[in-house]
């Protein structure tokens, strides 16, 4: 099956600082990722769209100067938070949507990394 | 806007059968998926509805409606590892942008 990768899976930093997350897909090329924040107990909400070699569309009320997406490659995207604060401590998780879904898959649109808990202190 | 209703939480036996519903409105439609959560872990994918009707995998099934909006998911056999949180999922554009229910907690009692 289709396997995505986070990392870090979890980390600890100061009010202020940078926390770059990878996701990667370890054995297919995606041409298309998501990333998404879930608060405890609650949705996941997506945060934005990556397509490989442009720019991320980012959803309303999500700030793309704060959250810096690069998808630099057909098997990785990267999530900055910048200047992070207190309130970006979230549980941020990314999925992958396959290159030529349709060939092998008709069922699984997105498949998900193990998410990346993020705490600002 | 777009919005997606279901149950908060959902008590069952074990052994027993549950369906989780979920009602949504949304500009766009391609399909209905469901999702499986446990806590701390990602979502896991279950079953996914483009046309109306019943789709069986395993001991979990789904259906849709389309006409009326709505979908379920049917989970038989219950086990106490089914015990996580149930999202209901639409996909609303050939980007597959997945739009998300606020989950239903499956509680399963011995």
């Known amino acids: 099956g289709a396997v995505v990768s986070q990392h870090p899976s979890w980390v600890i930093c100061k009010s202020g600082t940078s926390v770059k997350i990878e996701c990667r897909s370890l054995d297919f090329q995606a041409t298309t990722m998501f990333w998404y924040r879930q608060f405890p107990k609650q949705s996941l909400m997506l945060m934005a769209t990556?397509?490989?070699?442009?720019?991320?569309?980012?959803e309303q009320g999500v700030e793309k100067d704060k959250f810096l997406i690069n998808h630099a490659s057909l098997t990785l995207s990267t999530l900055t938070v910048t200047s992070a604060h207190p309130e970006d401590s979230s549980f941020y998780i990314c999925?992958?949507?396959?290159?030529?879904?349709?060939?092998?898959?008709?069922?699984?649109?997105?498949?998900f990394g193990p998410g990346t808990r993020l705490t600002v202190l | 806007g777009q919005s997606l209703e279901q149950p908060s939480e959902v008590t069952a036996v074990e052994g027993a059968i549950v369906q989780i519903n979920c009602t949504y409105q949304?500009?766009?439609?391609?399909?209905l998926s469901w999702y499986q959560q446990h806590d701390g872990g990602a979502p896991t994918f279950l079953s996914y509805?483009?046309l109306d009707g019943l789709e069986e995998t395993g001991r979990f099934s789904s259906f849709l409606s389309r006409s009326d909006s709505y979908g379920y998911l049917l989970l038989q056999e219950l086990q106490m590892k089914d015990s996580a949180s149930y999202f209901c999922?639409?996909?609303?554009?050939?980007?597959?942008?997945?739009?998300w229910g606020a989950g239903t907690k499956l509680i399963i009692k011995p």
């Open positions: 999922a639409v996909i609303m554009d050939s980007n597959y942008q997945l739009i």
């Open positions: 949304t500009s766009g439609f391609y399909g």
């Open positions: 990556s397509n490989e070699g442009s720019k991320a569309t980012y």
């Open positions: 999925s992958a949507r396959p290159r030529g879904l349709a060939d092998w898959s008709s069922y699984n649109e997105q498949f």
């Open positions: 509805n483009a």
